[in-house]
């Protein structure tokens, strides 16, 4: 089945899309039986296209010409801001398109609008990329979480705050982590949007859309984070807590606390360990208790691979009988036997308390190709004590060999303890 | 519209359906225009009917009399184990209906011919709860990530093994760690089947089903908990990391690394702060790079609510025309003006490092009904000092009045930082 899409804004996410499109849609396929298939691009800027490589797709700098053609199912709204953005949605939504959009700025002042559009000509928008980038908050709290009252959400939902923050804990300035964040790409060079807490503002209203089913707020109190300094950072510290910029929601009976404010978290909490760019979102509800999202919030391919998720979603309600099966192929990948794991390893022997037991393991580790890549020896008041080893990458095959004779060495007392190290990204 | 379910299993989480079901019925249709309702309910045991307080609801002990009751649309299965529950989904799917399981021993080792079954009677099987509680998974891994490679997925997804790792780096020996997971309703009388990491090989092979499309492996090397003692736990320490009872998939070109089995992991890696009982799955992708979801991978109402969000899901594949509404009501929402929110605070004064400082500020304090949690002067060179006040919970609209007249005493020399704190549980 194949599903036209028009593509309107190719900046940094349209990119993306189309650059997903293209590496993917084979697997996209055979997972879900859809072809995704831009059919016309729009931009302004007429160069940007010819840069993407887009020989099959018709282009065009007018987005009624997307709107107007009717072989297109799904338009896929990356133009930002609030205008000519909320014209290009709202007219596609009448056309009978169905609209993916990763705009935070329409979905958070004009959602409930275009809702009603939606309602009223049955067609689909669809905004998982405007909060949290690759996060899928909104997903979750559409589909997974539907039954759930929520009672609050704490929302790290701005990589450029979190990625300055992040740097002032590490030492630096507000002004350098700034400069460090602009020129990472974490920062515009205009920052103030995201210093000044706006832009987790628009994020928190459609999470609290979702989540509380309230209406978008007239205004929500913000504070940004210029004024917080490198020694509040310590200050917090010595008292257990961090400071992160949250958007808060919580709800009591029928009132509503909204607010996006610097804030002192315990250093303990979940959130408190979502650092540098990424973005976390912990939910507090009544059945599920506690839960906590985490992942890129911004980012060309982040954020597009859920633009492209949500263009296959609308995909699926096009043709509705179409049947998605849970997994729909299987591939033959051969499973690594355990032998032929590479790792590191930590190894606790236990060893007679006396001169050259630890050449003794060294030479049997080294016979297999171990390299070691730290020793400790425990003190005890024990004839035997706990010898601590810890290798550089080593086979599987190699370890069980070396730790077999290990084990059999008259210095050593009991079956030794092997755990693996992941050293994750 | 009204879509009837069969319920085939009252034990813990059937009953937390149950509730759910009741509780939030209201709240269910008003979001998703869907109305479930428990048609029918089997049990071994007829006891268990009438402690549910099930009055409209026919009730039996053989399951057939669900699978042949055509007016039931979607069959949840939550006997668990492998018989009779593979028997149950595969009739119920063949009869027509959809099902909703929770059954990880079912899907890892028959998922594949229960998918087969699917296709052929273009019935869907959805089984969220299966891996990781009430944390949307299976549902990010199909829908949200579905244009992904992924290049690894690292779970803590045993609760008992978690618990008991996490107590034991709190300084309990295993058994003493076991016992308290016992107590608590965490670990089984016997809990060789966590322990032993059994149940974690299970959740991975479903895990990889979806990330990989891999087919079920034969077997996947397990090693449990039990030869971990707190010693390892600390010497890990010393060297920077956590260890947890990882399921870990890798893959590389064709080859799947699977295993279950303890891991050391950086003590400031996201999964090193999945604690107690909670699971965390963590992610790493082409386009999304690093993703981490986080909850809670058991208990009644967290796992019922994912149980009950997949039979919505499939009501809405029933009638397939339905409509859903992005947010389809919105509540009348008192927003809290941020003049009435609560909260402790944290103020950097700067002030004259004189005496008699503290004494004037703490006046305005507790002047406006503000109660100091704990003082702090910085040591500076300078004529002035940061001194830092930490205070119980407050009416913002008292800490403004309370700021403004103390920025306006002559010790204090510039304006007042204020940050909030939300001991966030």
Redesign the interface.
């Known amino acids: 089945m194949e599903v036209n899409i028009g593509l309107i804004g190719l900046g940094t996410i349209g990119s993306g899309v189309v650059k997903?499109i293209k590496e993917?849609s084979e697997?996209?396929e055979?997972?879900?039986g859809i072809k995704l298939r831009i059919k016309k691009a729009c931009d302004r800027d007429a160069q940007r296209v010819s840069s993407l490589n887009l020989s099959e797709v018709e282009f065009t700098t007018n987005y009624d010409d997307i709107i107007n053609d009717s072989s297109v199912h799904v338009v896929i709204e990356l133009i930002g801001g609030y205008e000519p953005a909320r014209t290009v949605i709202e007219k596609a939504l009448k056309s009978g398109k169905h609209v993916v959009t990763a705009n935070k700025a329409v979905i958070s002042k004009f959602?409930?609008d275009l809702?009603s559009v939606?309602?009223l000509n049955?067609t689909?928008?669809?905004?998982?990329a405007s909060v949290g980038g690759?996060?899928?908050i909104i997903?979750?709290l559409?589909?997974?979480?539907?039954?759930?009252?929520f009672s609050a959400i704490?929302g790290i939902v701005n990589g450029t705050t979190n990625y300055i923050l992040t740097k002032m804990a590490e030492g630096k300035s507000y002004s350098d982590a700034l400069k460090k964040a602009q020129e990472n790409g974490f920062a515009e060079a205009d920052p103030s949007f995201d210093v000044e807490g706006k832009d987790s503002a628009q994020k928190l209203t459609i999470l609290s859309?979702?989540a509380?089913?309230?209406?978008a707020?007239?205004e929500i109190?913000t504070e940004g984070i210029t004024?917080?300094?490198k020694?509040?950072i310590v200050?917090?510290s010595?008292?257990g807590?961090v400071?992160k910029l949250?958007a808060?929601a919580k709800?009591t009976n029928?009132?509503?606390?909204?607010?996006v404010?610097?804030?002192?978290?315990?250093v303990?909490?979940?959130?408190?360990?979502v650092s540098n760019e990424?973005n976390g979102i912990?939910l507090?509800g009544?059945?599920?208790?506690?839960?906590?999202?985490?992942?890129?919030g911004a980012?060309q391919?982040?954020t597009?691979?859920?633009v492209?998720?949500d263009a296959?979603?609308l995909a699926k309600k096009i043709r509705?009988?179409h049947?998605v099966?849970?997994?729909?192929?299987?591939?033959?990948?051969?499973?690594?036997p355990?032998d032929e794991?590479k790792s590191r390893y930590?190894f606790?022997f236990r060893v007679l308390d006396k001169p050259g037991v630890i050449a003794k393991i060294a030479k049997e580790l080294g016979d297999n190709n171990i390299s070691i890549a730290?020793v400790?020896q425990?003190e005890e008041n024990l004839e035997t004590v706990?010898l601590?080893i810890?290798t550089h990458s080593a086979i599987e095959k190699d370890v069980k060999r070396a730790v077999e004779a290990i084990n059999k060495l008259d210095v050593v007392k009991e079956k030794t303890?092997v755990?693996?190290?992941?050293?994750?990204?």
């Open positions: 997903i993917n697997l996209i055979k997972r879900t959602g409930k809702f939606c309602d049955k689909n928008i669809k905004f998982e690759c996060i899928p997903r979750t559409q589909q997974s979480y539907v039954s759930e009252e704490y859309m979702l509380f089913n309230s209406n707020p007239e109190y004024m917080i300094t020694n509040d200050y917090a010595e008292l807590y400071i949250l808060i709800r029928n009132e509503l606390d909204l607010r404010h610097p804030t002192m978290i315990p303990n909490s979940e959130l408190a360990s990424f912990y507090k009544k059945n599920t208790s506690e839960s906590m999202f985490y992942g890129r980012g391919l982040p597009a691979s859920v492209v998720s296959i979603d509705n009988k049947y099966s849970p997994v729909s192929f299987f591939n033959n990948l051969r499973q690594k355990i794991i930590y606790r730290g400790s425990k706990p601590i810890i303890v755990i693996r190290i992941e050293d994750i990204s």
